[in-house]
């Protein structure tokens, strides 16, 4: 069973930032792609940023040079840095983990995290 647990969520005025994390428990699985994605009301759920095992991080044009992707593979963790937060950003946050199950692979969810940014 692997689960995520997602933390960091919460309101901010336009201009702030928050530091989202998410632990992944996964005892004995190999991890690969972590990453952000996030929903707005009425909006498909869209990628925000991902990182590889090993480090390489891509962005959705909407937050480049604004947030930033990491992760502890010791910790089975992923964090998302927001800056420079705007209105548009308010959304629910959810990180996704891609896990090794035997020969394949399998897309676990975190519960979600809101973030609400306000004018």
């Known amino acids: 069973q692997v689960q995520l647990v997602e933390s960091g969520g919460g309101l901010v005025q336009a201009g702030g930032s928050l530091r989202l994390s998410c632990a992944a428990s996964?005892?004995?699985?190999?991890?690969?792609?972590m990453g952000w994605y996030r929903q707005a009301p009425g909006k498909q759920r869209e990628l925000v940023a991902g990182?590889?095992?090993?480090?390489?991080?891509n962005y959705a044009d909407s937050v480049k040079g604004r947030f930033i992707v990491s992760r502890d593979n010791a910790k089975n963790t992923v964090y998302l840095q927001m800056n420079s937060l705007m209105p548009e950003d308010t959304a629910v946050y959810y990180c996704k983990a891609v896990v090794a199950v035997s020969v394949f692979t399998m897309d676990y969810w975190g519960q979600g995290t809101q973030v609400t940014v306000s004018a």
């Open positions: 996964a005892t004995n699985r190999r991890i690969y792609d």
């Open positions: 990182i590889t095992s090993t480090g390489v991080t």
